[in-house]
């Protein structure tokens, strides 16, 4: 189990919440004597009032710790596997006094667990509010590794080979924790100008998910050979990478408001730091072959291996904005946004342990400039008739120098300047036929600009870009009320994606436009975001209402899009699939009934270059039933039962241009497995009011789960590294959850 020290610790949050209390109490003294107008001053009768509430429980599950891992994934539980019951704390405290028109209120939750939050505020209404807050996350990965590294969730973990094969390690959950902290003013300097700010720390920590991997021989090194023995080595390793990071945030604002203007100017800030700059492994001279045989590394490829990993670097982005709306007339209005902003990243290479960078070259120097305008119109020229339009600018320029680098090897790869120009628009009308039916149709518009791309240009396993697209789409829509019970709607829409020439990379000259796409062998690669697209979808909705008791809503949309690329070899289209119906029943005076069911399915239809083709299809259903009731005054009961069936299917097939390895391979396997996931929950609850200052409750959880995944094994048997580390998951789980709580009110 992977450990945290919290660089904000909770009783150190506690502490500062209570002198930021303490402070409010005298500052509310102080502010006591402010001079006020007769109409500020509370009305006669009004007495100061105080509201608390404390909430104390303790709660269990059942099953073993592989029963649970997915239900613990974002359950204070979760923190720790072996964790069969957790304590139940939570507090609510507010003070309201009318003299001073002032409010206080402080609240907490799940303080036992490590998903806590604390909160505060303060506030005269109309004057000025102070607030501050502060909350816990944690995710606990439902997979368990079985591994022999050294330091796992350091900066430095040391591959360690299991001789006694898989399973024969120790067993480990990685766990990621968010802690955060944030504090607000407001102020009303007069009754047009406000003054608002926010400021935000947050700190990261835990071990997520990571992996290297590498093949030999490679283009980008040469040198890099494989096992002893065979002309070709691969090796892949489950890395886990460290997480120690910090981001911090503010957001400032000044807003005016008169008669028929509105302006706010805002600037915004995110600071992000990583505390570990790199992961560095320590690699051993043996590992298994793609067939599980142990076997020495070549040098190079075993110095690849042991290459230090770059994480997120420290990165910087401040912008400021001007946003507004002004009354044109009674029925006119305009809105517009001006923003500015600047990315930059300079984290120094060699005080990171990486190296390749060319001479002179110290780090990227990452600098990206945004601007960004739009201008907004709403009208109603006509009782019936409302007319709406915008346009967009977006301009991103990047002005990172280029400069030569060293990946691995002896390959020279340029970094890419990637600056783009946007135009976007839209417009809209709406009318109001007579017989309770209103119309909509609009146009809107995008066109991007990419620049002209640097000499080196080219996207990692991309074949050629696009410097301009332009995409226009149409939509309508009908609604009418077609009874008093029932109102019905349809809308339908269509866009149609095309752009210039495309370009090939090319060493002498940069890029090359090619004008002839048969030109394209096969195998080439293109980018669905940059293809010409042909998108249309339709959707119904339906409310019906026949008395005050029933209420249905129902669904179905479809949609397509189709893709025309260089070569057959690629995205050829995509279709959505999606139905729902939710509805509420009053089965009396004091039980509701509530009930949904939903059906969707998405398929993509491509071609790969080895002669297989591939229909993606996923589908997903699911379904619910709740009730709650108050059979009596004091005693409060509900519950949900609820399912979810997902599943991914890879079919696969052949055409013409499959060689014999290719029918071979798919004839012996049958393709890549079906991906599931099922899921049945069921969850009680009850409330009993013993007098008017305390209440009992009690939640009950349960769930089964069943899924299997071929990306990190198939029916139990779990994908296995270079050093046989596993990386595996309980297929089928089942957890019962019990809570009590007992509340008291002051």
């Known amino acids: 189990m992977t450990r945290f020290q919290s660089s904000f610790p909770f009783r150190r949050s506690v502490i500062a919440m209570a002198v930021f209390a303490a402070m409010a109490s005298a500052y509310a003294q102080s502010g006591n004597d402010k001079s006020k107008t007769d109409e500020a001053k509370a009305e006669a009768g009004e007495v100061k009032t105080t509201n608390a509430s404390i909430t104390l429980g303790v709660g269990g599950v059942s099953g073993g710790a592989g029963n649970r891992t997915i239900y613990n994934q974002y359950n204070a539980l979760g923190l720790n596997n072996n964790n069969a019951a957790a304590g139940i704390l939570g507090f609510d405290y507010s003070v309201r006094d009318p003299e001073a028109m002032t409010l206080f209120k402080f609240n907490g939750s799940n303080l036992l667990d490590d998903s806590r939050e604390l909160g505060l505020s303060w506030s005269e209404p109309g004057e000025w509010r102070l607030k501050a807050s502060y909350g816990e996350l944690v995710h606990t990965s439902p997979y368990t590794i079985n591994t022999g590294i050294n330091g796992l969730g350091s900066t ?22 968010r802690s955060n902290v944030t504090l607000g003013f407001n102020k009303w300097i007069t009754d047009s100008l406000q003054f608002e700010v926010d400021v935000k720390t947050e700190k990261q920590e835990g071990t997520r998910p990571f992996g290297i991997g590498w093949n030999c021989p490679s283009p980008t090194a040469p040198g890099c050979q494989g096992t002893t023995g065979i002309a070709a080595g691969w090796s892949t390793l489950m890395l886990p990478m460290a997480i120690n990071a910090n981001t911090s945030q503010i957001d400032a604002r000044v807003n005016y408001a008169i008669d028929k203007l509105r302006l706010s100017v805002a600037y915004y800030g995110s600071f992000y730091k990583n505390n570990d700059a790199t992961l560095n492994p320590v690699v051993p001279g043996s590992l298994n072959n793609p067939l599980g045989q142990l076997l020495p ?14 994480q997120e670097p420290d990165n910087r982005f401040n912008q400021v904005s001007l946003t507004g709306t002004y009354d044109l007339a009674q029925s006119t209005r305009a809105s517009f946004k001006l923003s500015y902003a600047n990315t930059s990243q300079d984290q120094n290479y060699a005080a990171s342990g990486l190296t390749g960078a060319p001479s002179g070259v110290s ?14 119109i709403t009208s109603r020229p006509m009782p019936k008739l409302t007319l709406q339009a915008d346009v967009r600018y977006a301009n991103r320029d990047d002005k990172t120098p280029i400069a030569p680098y060293v990946l691995a090897g002896t390959a020279v790869s340029t970094n890419q300047q990637l600056p783009d120009q946007t135009v976007s628009g839209k417009l809209q009308a709406i009318y109001q036929f ?25 996207a990692g396993g991309v074949s050629a870009l696009r410097q301009n697209t332009d995409e226009t789409g149409l939509w309508a829509e009908l609604r009418r009320v077609m009874s008093e019970t029932f109102t019905g709607s349809v809308r339908i829409s269509g866009s149609q994606r095309n752009g210039s020439n ?96 939903s059906w969707g399915q998405q398929t993509q239809n491509q071609a790969r ?48 241009f499959a060689g014999a390895d290719s029918a071979a391979l798919l004839a012996a396997t049958g393709g890549l497995p079906s991906i599931t996931f ?34 990190w094994g198939w029916n139990g048997t779990p994908y296995t590294y270079g050093d046989n580390t596993t990386v595996n998951m309980n297929q089928s789980q089942s957890m019962t959850y019990l809570g009590v709580t007992y509340t008291y009110k002051f």
């Open 502 to 597: 495309w370009l090939r990379p090319n060493p002498a000259t940069g890029v090359s436009e090619v004008t002839d796409t048969s030109s394209f062998p096969s195998t080439a690669i293109f980018s669905p975001t940059l293809a010409d697209r042909r998108q249309e979808k339709i959707k119904f909705f339906g409310n019906w209402q026949p008395d005050e008791k029933l209420a249905l809503q129902f669904s179905a949309e479809g949609g397509t899009n189709k893709y025309t690329m260089p070569t057959v070899y690629a995205l050829q289209n995509t279709r959505l699939s999606l139905y729902s119906i939710d509805g509420t029943y009053a089965l009396s005076d004091t039980w509701n009934l509530t009930a949904y069911a």
């Open 363 to 376: 780090s990227l120097g990452g600098n990206v400039n945004s601007t960004l305008a739009w201008l907004g």
């Open 297 to 310: 590394l070549s040098a190079g490829l075993q110095s690849i291996l042991n290459l230090p990993v770059a």
């Open 156 to 177: 430095a973990p040391q591959v360690v080979y299991l001789p006694g094969g898989v399973g024969s390690g120790y067993d480990t959950q990685l766990q990621t924790k």
């Open 609 to 656: 270059p080895a002669g297989s083709v591939m229909a993606f299809e996923t589908t997903n259903t699911a379904a619910g039933v709740g009730v709650t009731g108050k059979p009596t005054g004091k005693l409060e009961l509900g519950g949900t039962l609820s399912y979810v069936n997902e599943k991914s299917v890879y079919a696969q097939s052949l055409d013409t």
């Open 434 to 458: 007579a017989n309770q039916i209103r119309g909509t149709v609009g146009a809107d518009y995008v066109g991007i600009d990419r620049g002209v791309y640097t000499p080196t240009a080219r």
């Open 678 to 711: 099922r899921q049945t929950a069921l969850k009680l609850f009850g409330k009993y009011e013993l007098d008017k200052k305390s209440v009992i409750g009690a939640n009950l959880i349960y769930a089964r789960a069943q899924s299997n995944d071929w990306a």
